[in-house]
């Protein structure tokens, strides 16, 4: 059996506190995934790429998905680090992905200071382009796995929903400074001080806050100190160790987890193609519908467009970050019976009649499918980039469900099989329970062992990913058909005879269209949890 030493604890004098400090990480997170979303599809165009070369770029995301997090959760699991578990792989991941992200941003600088041949510079641009993105992709994930997990293992069974939600709050907090600050005129602002571009000031102030919230959730959360692990005797291959426990975790998943793995791996054939492109859709319908001749012959397309599809998603960021609060409080928590809510007795009529009707995480999280596949299906009518933004706003309510929903249900069953006791064994008053803090009586008893939440974690992650590998295809397909040239918005050196067709139905709102009718198959697996 493996042996513990200490308990884990999160500064802060309130419970509030301590879920911002706990969740702060989650903002450099997404602040960084909202630059890349944002302003690296249209980079990669500009740098002469078709939106099908772009699309095999894309495989970074999944590939990234599937290969760092269940192995990072594994060896995470394992690691007998006197600084805990998965603080030290956020840090070290946190500076790989600020690294990262400031070549990604001044490429051509690097490269023009090495090479001087147009032709040879132009091509390097392109592949160091592609290897920082890899590098942002591989290091950030292992950065969010460990997050994640920091959660499970230092929540206890009753605060998972609590948790959860404050990751994602904090999560859409992170888009919504990311995108706001893609939208306002950042060389305008503040000169060319950290760049001469809107693209590379974003890289930098991206790379900065990486580091400034890693920081502040490894200063505030202490984790307990696993001191040696029980191994099985007969697993003696260490180099396929890690491999072998996954797999075998796999193909045995308790019934419930799988149904879960199952319902996220249908609901990412849609997002997918929403998160990737959802900003550049916006900002070609802009440049085909409402664009002037002038504004068309810009010096920096990729600028503007960039700032019309932040814009468009800082108000999705909005929409999301305020359901993230809202919703909680709408929705019955899973395993919330232990509490008994005794409000005042002038409003206990009316909460009384609210309570009864309050519908479950799980009908929740089934209506965000139906609502996130019917707003994908009229995206190739949009003819105005106001309409394409009020459609992207709308999807943030249904990505507040499914960034909460999952992992939430996931940690229930992964401290559950940790040995944690059920909540509802025991009838106790609604307080403010303090389980975060260090030396309160209960706390070794409550709070979550999160043993194996890195594989379990690492595992949905896979779940996550394979859709994306297959949302890669399809769109890839679709780009070849529909805009199989250059783009015409923002490849401003490209012969004429080398662009897309602009007059064409768009490539990205037809792939959309097709990821909704994977949202749709979710909402039929996600109800089939409530008979697991």
């Known amino acids: 059996m493996s042996t513990w030493s200490g308990k884990p604890s999160v500064k802060g004098s309130t419970e509030t506190m301590r879920m911002f400090l706990l969740t702060c990480v989650s903002i450099g997170i997404t602040f960084t995934w909202g630059v890349e979303m944002t302003y690296c599809t249209p980079y990669?165009?500009?740098l002469g790429l078709s939106k099908g070369q772009t699309s095999l770029v894309w495989v970074a995301g999944p590939l990234s998905g599937l290969i760092v997090q269940p192995i990072i959760g594994v060896v995470a699991d394992e690691s007998t680090?006197?600084?805990?578990?998965?603080?030290?792989?956020?840090?070290?991941?946190?500076?790989?992905?600020?690294?990262?992200?400031?070549?990604?941003?001044?490429?051509?600088?690097?490269?023009?200071?090495?090479?001087?041949?147009?032709?040879?510079?132009?091509?390097?641009?392109?592949?160091?382009?592609?290897?920082?993105?890899?590098?942002?992709?591989?290091?950030?994930?292992?950065?969010?796995?460990?997050?994640r997990s920091l959660v499970v293992d230092t929540l206890p069974i009753s605060k998972q929903q609590t948790g959860a939600a404050w990751a994602s709050r904090m999560g859409s907090l992170g888009h919504i400074i990311g995108y706001a600050m893609g939208a306002i005129d950042l060389v305008g602002i503040f000169g060319p001080t950290l760049g001469d571009t809107q693209f590379k000031q974003l890289t930098v102030i991206a790379a900065l806050g990486m580091l400034a919230t890693a920081f502040i959730t490894c200063w505030a959360v202490t984790e307990r100190i696993l001191l040696s692990v029980r191994h099985d005797p007969r697993q003696t291959d260490v180099r396929f160790k890690v491999v072998r426990q996954i797999w075998?975790?796999?193909?045995?998943?308790?019934?419930?987890?799988?149904?879960?793995?199952?319902?996220?791996?249908?609901?990412?054939?849609?997002?997918?193609?929403?998160?990737?492109?959802?900003?550049?859709?916006?900002?070609?319908?802009?440049?085909?519908?409402?664009?002037?001749?002038?504004?068309?012959?810009?010096?920096?397309?990729?600028?503007?467009?960039?700032?019309?599809?932040?814009?468009?998603?800082?108000?999705?960021?909005?929409?999301?970050?305020?359901?993230?609060?809202?919703?909680?409080v709408l929705i019955q928590a899973?395993?919330?019976?232990?509490?008994?809510?005794?409000?005042?007795?002038?409003?206990?009529?009316?909460?009384?009649?609210?309570?009864?009707?309050?519908?479950?995480?799980l009908t929740a999280w089934i209506a965000g499918n139906i609502m996130f596949a019917c707003a994908m299906f009229i995206?190739?009518?949009?003819?105005?980039?106001?309409?394409?933004?009020?459609?992207?706003?709308?999807?943030?309510?249904?990505?507040?469900?499914?960034?909460?929903?999952?992992?939430?249900?996931?940690g229930i069953e992964v401290?559950?099989?940790?040995?944690?006791?059920?909540?509802?064994?025991?009838?106790i008053e609604m307080r403010d329970v303090s389980v975060l803090e260090m030396g309160k009586p209960d706390e070794e008893s409550s709070s979550s062992s999160g043993g194996l939440s890195g594989v379990y974690f690492g595992i949905l992650n896979i779940y996550v990913t394979i859709?994306?590998?297959?949302?890669?295809?399809?769109?890839?397909?679709?780009?070849?058909?529909?805009?199989?040239?250059?783009?015409?918005?923002?490849?401003?050196?490209?012969?004429?005879?080398?662009?897309?067709?602009?007059?064409?139905?768009?490539?990205i709102a037809v792939t959309m269209f097709l990821g909704a009718l994977g949202s749709l198959v979710a909402a039929v697996v996600t109800k089939k949890l409530r008979y697991v």
């Open 415 to 427: 401290n559950k099989l940790s040995g944690q006791p059920d909540p509802t064994a025991r009838n």
């Open 467 to 507: 859709p994306q590998f297959l949302s890669t295809l399809m769109s890839g397909m679709v780009f070849a058909m529909l805009e199989p040239g250059k783009s015409p918005e923002l490849a401003h050196e490209a012969h004429p005879s080398e662009t897309a067709d602009p007059t064409g139905p768009n490539a």
């Open 248 to 328: 075998s975790t796999v193909l045995t998943l308790p019934p419930r987890i799988q149904a879960i793995c199952n319902a996220v791996f249908w609901s990412w054939i849609g997002w997918f193609p929403f998160i990737v492109y959802s900003s550049t859709w916006v900002g070609e319908t802009y440049f085909r519908y409402d664009v002037s001749a002038d504004a068309r012959n810009s010096d920096d397309a990729l600028g503007d467009m960039g700032r019309i599809g932040s814009t468009a998603l800082t108000v999705y960021s909005t929409v999301s970050f305020i359901s993230a609060w809202v919703l909680p």
């Open 44 to 46: 990669l165009l500009s």
């Open 81 to 147: 680090s006197k600084w805990g578990r998965r603080r030290p792989i956020i840090v070290i991941g946190s500076f790989i992905v600020s690294g990262s992200l400031l070549a990604l941003g001044f490429t051509k600088e690097i490269v023009d200071f090495f090479i001087s041949d147009k032709d040879t510079a132009q091509l390097m641009t392109i592949v160091l382009a592609v290897l920082s993105l890899y590098s942002v992709d591989f290091s950030i994930n292992a950065v969010m796995s460990c997050g």
């Open 379 to 410: 995206t190739p009518f949009a003819t105005s980039f106001r309409f394409a933004t009020a459609i992207v706003a709308l999807c943030g309510i249904p990505w507040s469900v499914a960034g909460w929903a999952p992992t939430t249900f996931l």
């Open 334 to 361: 899973p395993e919330d019976k232990s509490f008994t809510h005794r409000p005042p007795a002038s409003i206990a009529p009316l909460i009384n009649t609210f309570n009864k009707y309050k519908p479950d995480l």
